[in-house]
C-alpha cells in the first residue's frame, strides 16, 4: 500500500519559513515526479512545485519562485518543500503526490497524502 505523509505544517507570520517534508512507504520516489499542490479555502488545488524522478529538474509555479525550494532526499524517499517569505496568500492545505515526470496537473497525479495545514498571518 503506498502512502504519502505530509509533515512541517503550522501557523507562522507573513515574512516567515516552514519547511514541509513529505515521505513515502510502499513505493520508491524514483519512479515518479513528485509535486507539492495547495488547496486554499475556496478554491481549486494549485501546483506549488514539482521535481522529476530522472534528473532532479524543478517547477516552480510563478508564485513560489524566489522563496520556495524543493528537494528530495532518495535515500531516505523523502521530498521537502523550504517557504521562506511566506505570505497570506499561501495559505492553505498542501498536498505531496506522486504523478508522471513532466506533469504539472493534479489530475494526472496518482497517489497523495492526507495534508498538512499551513497558515501564514498577516
Known amino acids: 500500500e503506498v502512502q504519502l505523509v505530509e509533515s512541517g505544517g503550522g501557523l507562522v507570520q507573513a515574512g516567515g519559513s516552514l519547511r514541509l517534508s513529505c515521505a513515502s512507504s510502499?513505493?520508491?520516489?524514483?519512479?515518479?515526479?513528485i509535486g507539492w499542490f495547495r488547496q486554499a479555502p475556496g478554491e481549486e488545488r494549485e501546483v506549488v512545485s514539482c521535481?522529476?524522478?530522472?534528473?532532479?529538474?524543478?517547477y516552480y509555479a510563478e508564485s513560489a519562485k524566489g522563496r520556495f525550494t524543493i528537494s528530495r532526499d532518495t535515500a531516505k524517499n523523502a521530498v521537502y518543500l523550504q517557504m521562506n517569505s511566506l505570505k497570506p496568500e499561501d495559505t492553505g492545505v498542501y498536498y505531496c503526490?506522486?504523478?508522471?515526470?513532466?506533469?504539472?496537473?493534479?489530475?494526472?497525479?496518482?497517489?497523495w497524502g492526507q495534508g498538512t495545514q499551513v497558515t501564514v498571518s498577516s
Open positions: 521535481i522529476s524522478h530522472s534528473d532532479g529538474s524543478t
Open positions: 503526490a506522486l504523478g508522471p515526470e513532466g506533469s504539472v496537473t493534479g489530475d494526472k497525479y496518482d497517489y
Open positions: 510502499g513505493v520508491t520516489f524514483d519512479d515518479y515526479a
